[in-house]
């Protein structure tokens, strides 16, 4: 029952509609006032939260891959990184665009760098977070 599934699911899930970039407006805002941090296996934009939610957009274009297999499995890769995150970042606009070298890319190298730009660009609310995941995928 889809209206049992609402009242029950978990508001501070990261990907919910509310938590995810839709509006073309707010794409605007990103682009006008976001700073890009560019790392080996992927992009990340972000721009302060003007209404202190952080929110997310994954974007991965036909340019990334023609194959729809490749462009999901860096989407996988780049929601599980950012779930990870999630809770230790500022409240911030980001976009997550993958880079053609995470096609070859595990889990631990995503991480590994998603972890450097946050650093890079000041974002992440504890900076004393060293440890990396042990998952091979």
């Known amino acids: 029952n889809l209206a049992s599934r ?3 699911s978990n508001s501070d899930h990261p990907f919910f509609k509310p938590r995810r970039l839709c509006k073309q407006a707010d794409f605007d805002v990103v682009r006008e006032e976001g700073q890009s941090f560019v790392g080996r296996f992927l992009v990340i934009r972000m721009a302060p ?4 939610k952080p929110r997310v957009a994954v974007i991965t274009s036909r340019r990334y891959s023609k194959k729809a297999v490749v462009r999901n499995r860096a ?3 780049l929601r599980q990184t950012y779930r990870d995150f999630s809770a230790e970042l500022d409240p911030v606009w980001i ?3 993958p880079r053609s ?3 070859k890319a595990c889990y631990k190298d995503v991480y ?3 972890l450097r730009l946050c650093r890079k660009a000041g974002v992440l609310i504890s900076q004393s977070n060293e440890q990396t995941p042990d998952a091979d995928t």
């Open 6 to 8: 609402k009242d029950n």
């Open 95 to 97: 976009f997550l665009i």
């Open 49 to 52: 939260a003007p209404d202190c």
């Open 112 to 114: 590994t760098d998603f």
């Open 101 to 103: 070298a995470m096609k």
């Open 75 to 77: 989407r996988r890769l």
